[in-house]
């Protein structure tokens, strides 16, 4: 890493733990050690004790790390720079949960290729066409992703680092896992965990399934709406993964989701025969092809 790169990345802007601001904010809520949070913090009986494994996206490890900097100045950066402070990150980050579960929560870096996306959201709105700030984004993710792989066969140091196609496997005995990705569409291909939860970024907040809608695209007005790979396509995501369906869709289903009343436990199959009963075939043929 070059001098310069160097600086500036040891000048970003950090939480408590040493780590990237959002990164170390999710742990310091997952800690109950959140400065001036608006929910009720317990450092003596933290609510991460009630989990035994953390699951991490290095890609949103990568985006913390590079909303920690001023954009014009990220950009200028090389992608060796942000390989091998995303790699020293995950070393802390491992080093905090080890130290402070007494080695008892185990902890799993992943890089989700998110390849056969397309193929298996056939009818999705998905990101077509990119700024140029989106593609030298990607190009830089992507390469800090190739590097770490590179980085982690080489290393002596024991990272547990897995990579997936979009289905994300837990293997062994099924136990409750902390997931910490900015991906919504992870919660959806995510299997093997007894109970699995959402540890949000920034604000350090623990999110229940029953809470996972709030990740939907302006999510938070869309209680009504269960989250899953319907509703995930119709209203777009918070990644920007998915765009959301044309305006005329999405208050159709709204007010079909209002008129039955819908919860986070509504599923697939009656979501679309609420939709059937409206007699809106347009919206019906929609739906069927979301699901």
């Known amino acids: 890493m070059d001098k310069r790169s160097f600086d500036i990345m040891g000048e970003r802007e ?5 780590l990237s601001i959002a990164t170390s904010l999710a742990l310091e809520g997952a800690y109950g050690i959140l400065e001036e949070s608006t929910h009720q913090q317990d450092p003596i009986n933290p609510p991460i004790k009630a989990y035994r494994q953390l699951w991490v996206n290095v890609r949103t490890l990568y985006r913390n790390l590079h909303g920690s900097m001023p954009r014009i100045v990220a950009d200028t950066l090389s992608v060796d720079a942000f390989v091998e402070t995303v790699y020293d990150e995950m ?10 579960s007494n080695g008892r929560m185990k902890v799993v870096f992943y890089a989700n290729t998110y390849k056969t996306l397309p193929r298996k959201y056939p009818n999705a709105h998905g990101r077509e066409k990119q700024t140029p700030n989106q593609v030298i984004y990607a190009a830089f993710e992507n390469g800090t992703i190739e590097g770490l792989l590179k980085m982690m066969a ?3 140091h024991q990272i547990d680092f897995k990579t997936f196609d979009m289905a994300i496997v837990a293997e062994g005995s099924p136990e409750k896992v902390l ?3 900015h991906y919504p569409v992870d919660l959806l291909h995510f ?7 959402l540890l949000e970024s920034h604000t350090g907040v623990i999110k229940q399934r029953a809470q996972w809608y709030t990740k939907m695209k302006d999510g938070k007005s869309l209680i009504r709406i269960p989250f899953n790979r319907i509703t995930l396509q119709m209203f777009g995501d918070s990644s920007g ?7 005329g869709y999405r208050k159709a289903f709204l007010e079909v989701a209002e008129k ?9 199959d009656r979501i679309l025969l609420c939709v059937k009963l409206a007699r809106n075939p347009h919206l019906e043929i929609a739906v069927r092809g979301l699901m």
């Open 191 to 197: 299997s093997g965990a007894s109970e699995l939860v």
């Open 14 to 18: 950090k939480g408590q733990l040493s």
């Open 91 to 100: 070393l802390i980050l491992k080093g905090v949960i080890a130290d402070r």
């Open 154 to 156: 080489e290393s002596a």
């Open 179 to 181: 997931l910490m990705t």
């Open 241 to 247: 993964m998915f765009y959301p369906y044309p305006i």
């Open 260 to 268: 039955n009343k819908w919860t986070q436990g509504t599923t697939a």
